[in-house]
Nanobody, 112 residues
């Protein structure tokens, strides 16, 4: 069974940066689209960024230019570099392997 484990969340001040990591076990990230999603309190889960097998990245408009998704196939790991963080980026961030497998999430809190 595929396992997806996120890490790297935490508390950061507005304008700060964080890098999230997503390690996948028993599944190859090189053959699927990988994605980062987030869910804020009282809101629906939303797509933040995706990256295809070919390396094409797609971003939600609100994070374009601030966040960067990348993948290291050798480490079977996907990253989300988040810069210029805003309070509205506060949420639980989830990694998605292909169409079915989710991680448990990692909390990102942006606050002064």
């Amino acid at each position: 069974q595929v396992q997806v484990v996120e890490s790297g969340g935490g508390l950061v001040q507005p304008g700060g940066s964080l890098r999230l990591s997503c390690v996948v076990s028993r599944g190859l990230i090189s053959v699927v689209t990988m994605g980062w999603h987030r869910q804020a309190p009282g809101k629906q889960r939303e797509m933040v960024a995706t990256i295809t097998m070919g390396g094409t990245a797609n971003y939600q408009a609100s994070v374009e230019g601030r966040f960067t998704i990348s993948r290291d196939n050798a480490k079977n790991t996907v990253y989300l570099q988040m810069n210029s963080l805003k309070t509205e980026d506060t949420a639980v961030y989830y990694c998605k392997f292909g169409n079915l497998n989710w991680g448990q999430g990692t909390q990102v809190t942006v606050s002064s």
